[in-house]
C-alpha cells in the first residue's frame, strides 16, 4: 500500500490550497484517514481525521478554516485549507488505517506536502 500526496506550495497569508491523499495497492478496507503536519524540530501534530462513516475531528487551530473530506470509492483523502496564516507552514503528511486483507492492518503515512504560507 503507498499514499501519495499532493497539493502543496506557496500561498499568501488568507489564502487557499487543496491537499490530496491517494492510497493504492493492496487495499480491503481504508478506515479513518487524516492529516498531520510537522514543522521543523517540532513534533508532528494532527490537523484533522475522518473516519470512513464520515466522522471528523480537528485540531482546535484549524477548526471552522480546514476542511477533510473523503472519496471512498477512490481511498483518497482531501484537506481544503482556508484562510490560511504564516503559522500554518509546515510539511503536511497524511496517514490512513487501512486493512490489505480481512486481518491485516496497520497505519501508513505519505511522503509529506511542503505548505508554506508567506507574503
Known amino acids: 500500500v503507498q499514499l501519495q500526496a499532493s497539493g502543496g506550495g506557496l500561498v499568501q497569508p488568507g489564502g487557499s490550497l487543496r491537499l490530496s491523499c491517494a492510497a493504492s495497492g493492496r487495499i480491503f478496507s481504508a478506515k479513518t484517514m487524516g492529516w498531520y503536519r510537522q514543522d521543523p524540530g517540532k513534533q508532528r501534530e494532527l490537523v484533522a481525521t475522518?473516519?470512513?462513516?464520515?466522522?471528523?475531528n480537528y485540531a482546535d487551530s484549524v477548526k471552522g478554516r480546514f476542511t477533510i473530506s473523503r472519496d471512498g470509492a477512490k481511498n483518497t483523502v482531501y484537506l481544503q485549507m482556508n484562510s490560511l496564516k504564516p503559522e500554518d507552514t509546515a510539511v503536511y503528511y497524511c496517514n490512513a488505517f487501512i486493512y490489505s486483507d480481512y486481518y491485516r492492518s496497520r497505519d501508513y503515512w505519505g511522503q509529506g506536502t511542503q505548505v508554506t504560507v508567506s507574503s
Open positions: 475522518i473516519t470512513s462513516g464520515g466522522n471528523t
